[in-house]
């Protein structure tokens, strides 16, 4: 018999689904903890470990044997394969794939589309056997569309630019971006970005409607 342990103030949709069976042994047990807020269409299967706080969006699926830090959130169309450990205080955005045995630790935050990968040389038996998913470090920052290949470390802090293509280790505190991903900089170094992307807002004002604006609200 499946043993589920939620916390209290749990706020479910009704088409949320908590304590899925897995087809893999010994996943028999959930615990969710208190204050958690899982919306229509989510999936979570039994055998894993997820702490309080959790936030889910729409259609977002968890699989088994992960364990969950306190006050995560994971949007919608988001996969968490089984076997995952993920840290206090991370965000995981819309449409994004977290392979198994990948392991992020406290604060990092993944934008909209990021893919990780675990295996090596799909479809190859020895491959298979040795599958596993990447580290990212604590605080790490990884944009949109970004494809983080099995085996890479990213360093706690860093970031990591959109669509880049991550093939290889990238140290702490590090800027990185490109295919196949390159170091351009340091997070410590960013006074002139920051620079930059000021001057980018500010141009881009002008198009951005105010709540006012909107059709909508205009009713």
Same mark, same amino acid.
């Given at each position: 018999?499946?043993?589920?342990?939620?916390?209290?103030?749990?706020?479910?949709?009704? %088409?949320?689904?908590?304590?899925?069976?897995?087809?893999?042994?010994?996943?028999?047990?959930?615990?969710?903890?208190?204050?958690?807020?899982?919306?229509?269409?989510?999936?979570?299967?039994?055998?894993?470990?997820?702490?309080?706080?959790?936030?889910?969006?729409?259609?977002?699926?968890?699989?088994?044997?992960?364990?969950?830090?306190?006050?995560?959130?994971?949007?919608?169309?988001?996969?968490?394969?089984?076997?995952?450990?993920?840290?206090?205080?991370?965000?995981?955005?819309?449409?994004?794939?977290?392979?198994?045995?990948?392991?992020?630790?406290?604060?990092?935050?993944?934008?909209?589309?990021?893919?990780?990968?675990?295996?090596?040389?799909?479809?190859?038996?020895? %491959?298979?056997?040795?599958?596993?998913?990447?580290?990212?470090?604590?605080?790490?920052?990884?944009?949109?569309?970004?494809?983080?290949?099995?085996?890479?470390?990213?360093?706690?802090?860093?970031?990591?630019?959109?669509?880049?293509?991550?093939?290889?280790?990238?140290?702490?505190?590090?800027?990185?971006?490109?295919?196949?991903?390159?170091?351009?900089?340091?997070?410590?170094?960013?006074?002139?970005?920051?620079?930059?992307?000021?001057?980018?807002?500010?141009?881009?004002?002008?198009?951005?409607?105010?709540?006012?604006?909107?059709?909508?609200?205009?009713?």
């Amino acid at each position: 018999m499946p043993d589920i342990s939620i916390g209290i103030g749990l706020s479910a949709d009704p %088409s949320a689904v908590i304590g899925y069976p897995a087809s893999r042994s010994g996943a028999t047990v959930l615990e969710l903890g208190n204050e958690a807020r899982v919306r229509g269409g989510t999936t979570i299967y039994l055998g894993s470990r997820i702490g309080a706080r959790f936030n889910t969006g729409h259609n977002v699926v968890i699989r088994e044997q992960c364990s969950i830090g306190d006050d995560v959130s994971v949007w919608s169309n988001s996969v968490i394969d089984y076997s995952c450990r993920i840290g206090n205080g991370v965000k995981i955005h819309s449409n994004c794939y977290v392979a198994q045995y990948t392991e992020i630790e406290d604060g990092a935050f993944l934008a909209p589309g990021v893919t990780i990968a675990n295996d090596l040389y799909p479809g190859q038996e020895a %491959s298979a056997e040795l599958m596993s998913g990447p580290w990212i470090g604590a605080g790490a920052q990884v944009g949109v569309n970004v494809t983080i290949l099995p085996y890479v470390r990213i360093g706690a802090g860093s970031l990591i630019g959109a669509g880049a293509v991550v093939v290889a280790d990238v140290p702490e505190g590090a800027v990185v971006y490109g295919n196949p991903a390159r170091v351009r900089g340091r997070v410590s170094d960013l006074t002139a970005i920051e620079r930059r992307v000021e001057a980018v807002g500010a141009s881009a004002s002008r198009f951005r409607r105010t709540a006012s604006d909107h059709p909508v609200s205009a009713r």
